[in-house]
């Protein structure tokens, strides 16, 4: 219904009263319908009603399922998104080790070459000395060394 200044229809004095005209119906309708026709047709629309209900709530517990699969969904772009970051890393860090390993084979395989090559160790006080030193050269050159020394 609409807004209107009527005070004599209104959804109040509806609500009040609807049971005298359901009472009022229900009589008319038993009274001038026979029961062999009317009987079928309550029976329809009860059946109709009980349909009805049945496909909203099938429709809403399908719209819930929607919902639920959506927030997983949504949630999981997240995860996905962790999962390749960690993955990218992973890679990133392997990456890292290899050329470590490389490096230090390169340095060790310099630093049996310089040492086969070079004069054995020096005699006295500082005999000790020497081969820290030539380790830390091998160590601050690294693969550069190799790289100088060949152009």
């Not at 927030?71 to 997240?78: F, M, P, Q, Y």
Request: overall charge positive.
């Amino acid at each position: 219904m609409t807004q209107t200044n009527n005070i004599f229809i209104t959804w109040e004095n509806l609500a009040f009263s609807l049971p005298l005209l359901i009472v009022c119906g229900s009589y008319a309708y038993f009274r001038y319908i026979p029961l062999e026709y009317g009987l079928p047709i309550l029976a329809v629309l009860g059946l109709l009603f009980q349909l009805r209900s049945r496909v909203k709530a099938h429709k809403d517990q399908k719209l819930e399922v929607l919902d639920e699969d959506l927030v997983k969904e949504l949630a999981g772009d997240d995860e996905e998104a962790d999962k390749l970051k960690a993955q990218e890393n992973a890679v990133k860090a392997r990456k890292a080790k290899n050329k470590l390993e490389q490096r230090l084979a390169i340095e060790a395989k310099q630093a049996r070459q310089n040492n086969g090559t070079k004069k054995k160790k020096k005699k006295g006080k500082n005999a000790g000395d020497g081969d820290d030193d030539e380790d830390l050269d091998t160590f601050v050159k690294g693969s550069r060394g190799a790289a100088k020394k060949t152009k």
